[in-house]
């Protein structure tokens, strides 16, 4: 989940997924199922079950993503599928769901776009340094109006007049803006969402945690451009803007994704209520359990199939050896045995 890949692996990426994933299960049991679990039967009763034992019995697991826009992946049928539940962006017709100070910036001039890096990395706390790099880029793009949720006023000195600061943005409603051109985030799995059920292409600049997957995930499909917070400068972002404003495969792209979403033939609302009202009915779903959960480690990864197939090819690859190396030796000593002179 922690990777910057999406799609097809390399070695190395290959490498850290197996290593991240051996991981981040043994971090999982240490720091989080064992002492959880301790602290429920020290709390509520000393025969509380163990987390790790109700994680793998539970009826159903709701996860929030789509098969549309994840990676495929091998899955089980009590996982169920339903991002963009509560995303639906159809309540009042644009600009009326939009506060007029706010829909007359957006109607301004070729487009607007949006910037905003989330509650939990605000953008008043980059450096300065970026904040210039910020500020002088979007000055270059006087036609486009640059709308950025930012929650202090140390830079309104240094504001371009095409630039406006909010405290708070009604994203979700601001993306489905028909004027919006592209959408500046850091990545974070709902901004990643919004933008695809409205359509707007991205420009992401990953700072942490999966925001790095999300990144490539939407450059994989082909709706964003990725900025490396290393590599930031007004040239790489001025760049990616002129890229992703001016190429319109990235808005057809992301225009494309967000009609498949809205075409899908189960709207994840009806999974969601359907799944919910059966487990409601049924309690649990033991039909649904995979096999896995009753397999220790070794007999999971079928190490045990593996380590009897080797030592058989071992064991004949010896003996193949042992048998043409006699073989070869047999060989030579007749042909290089000295023949016996004949007596007169």
Same mark, same amino acid.
């Given at each position: 989940?922690?990777?910057? @890949? @999406?799609?097809?692996?390399?070695?190395?990426?290959?490498?850290?997924? #197996?290593?991240?994933?051996?991981?981040?299960?043994?971090?999982?049991?240490? !720091?989080?199922?064992?002492?959880?679990?301790?602290?429920?039967?020290? %709390?509520?009763?000393?025969?509380?079950?163990?987390?790790?034992? $109700?994680?793998?019995?539970?009826? !159903?697991?709701?996860?929030?993503?789509?098969? +549309?826009?994840?990676?495929? *992946? &091998?899955? #089980?049928? /009590?996982?169920?599928?339903?991002?963009?539940?509560?995303?639906?962006?159809?309540?009042?017709?644009?600009?009326?769901?939009?506060?007029?100070?706010?829909?007359?910036?957006?109607?301004?001039?070729?487009?607007?776009?949006?910037?905003?890096?989330?509650?939990?990395?605000?953008?008043?706390?980059? =450096?300065? *340094?970026?904040?210039?790099?910020? $500020?002088?880029?979007?000055? *270059?793009? &006087?036609?486009?109006?640059?709308?950025?949720?930012?929650?202090?006023?140390?830079?309104?000195?240094? #504001?371009? &007049?095409?630039?406006?600061?909010?405290?708070?943005?009604?994203?979700?409603?601001?993306?489905?803006?028909?004027?919006?051109?592209?959408?500046?985030?850091?990545?974070?799995?709902?901004?990643?969402?919004?933008?695809?059920?409205?359509?707007?292409?991205? %420009?992401?600049?990953?700072?942490?945690?999966?925001?790095?997957?999300?990144?490539? +995930?939407?450059?994989?499909?082909?709706?964003?451009?990725?900025?490396?917070?290393?590599?930031?400068?007004?040239?790489?972002?001025?760049?990616?803007?002129?890229?992703?404003?001016?190429? &319109?495969?990235?808005?057809?792209?992301?225009?494309?994704?967000?009609?498949? #979403?809205?075409?899908?033939?189960? /709207? =994840? @609302?009806?999974?969601?209520?359907?799944?919910?009202?059966?487990?409601?009915?049924?309690?649990?779903?033991?039909?649904?359990?995979? @096999?896995?959960?009753? $397999?220790?480690?070794?007999?999971?990864?079928?190490?045990?199939?593996?380590?009897?197939? !080797?030592?058989? +090819?071992?064991?004949?690859?010896?003996?193949?050896?042992? $048998?043409?190396?006699?073989?070869?030796? *047999?060989? !030579?000593?007749?042909?290089?045995?000295?023949?016996?002179?004949?007596?007169?």
């Amino acid at each position: 989940m922690m990777m910057e @890949a @999406a799609g097809e692996l390399n070695f190395m990426q290959r490498i850290k997924s #197996l290593i991240g994933h051996g991981l981040t299960k043994l971090i999982w049991t240490r !720091l989080v199922a064992v002492p959880q679990t301790q602290l429920f039967r020290t %709390i509520i009763s000393p025969d509380f079950p163990d987390l790790q034992d $109700l994680a793998a019995k539970c009826p !159903l697991i709701m996860a929030n993503t789509n098969d +549309l826009y994840e990676m495929p *992946r &091998p899955t #089980l049928a /009590k996982v169920v599928n339903i991002g963009g539940v509560g995303m639906v962006s159809d309540v009042k017709p644009i600009p009326e769901k939009l506060p007029d100070h706010i829909a007359k910036i957006m109607d301004k001039g070729d487009g607007a776009i949006l910037f905003s890096f989330g509650s939990v990395a605000p953008a008043y706390k980059m =450096p300065m *340094r970026w904040k210039k790099i910020f $500020l002088e880029t979007f000055k *270059r793009f &006087p036609n486009y109006q640059f709308l950025l949720r930012y929650e202090k006023n140390d830079i309104n000195d240094m #504001l371009p &007049p095409n630039v406006h600061l909010f405290t708070w943005m009604p994203q979700t409603d601001m993306l489905s803006h028909p004027n919006v051109r592209a959408f500046i985030t850091h990545g974070g799995y709902n901004s990643f969402q919004e933008a695809v059920l409205a359509g707007v292409p991205l %420009i992401t600049i990953p700072l942490f945690g999966d925001q790095s997957k999300n990144a490539r +995930l939407a450059e994989h499909h082909g709706f964003s451009l990725v900025l490396l917070k290393g590599e930031l400068s007004v040239e790489t972002l001025s760049g990616a803007l002129e890229e992703v404003t001016t190429n &319109p495969r990235y808005m057809e792209t992301a225009q494309r994704l967000s009609r498949m #979403l809205k075409l899908q033939p189960v /709207k =994840p @609302a009806d999974l969601l209520v359907g799944w919910s009202e059966f487990v409601a009915e049924f309690h649990t779903l033991e039909n649904l359990e995979p @096999a896995g959960i009753k $397999l220790n480690f070794f007999q999971y990864y079928s190490l045990d199939v593996i380590t009897l197939l !080797l030592s058989v +090819l071992l064991l004949t690859l010896v003996v193949t050896t042992k $048998l043409l190396k006699f073989i070869f030796t *047999r060989v !030579l000593s007749l042909v290089f045995r000295p023949k016996k002179e004949k007596k007169a």
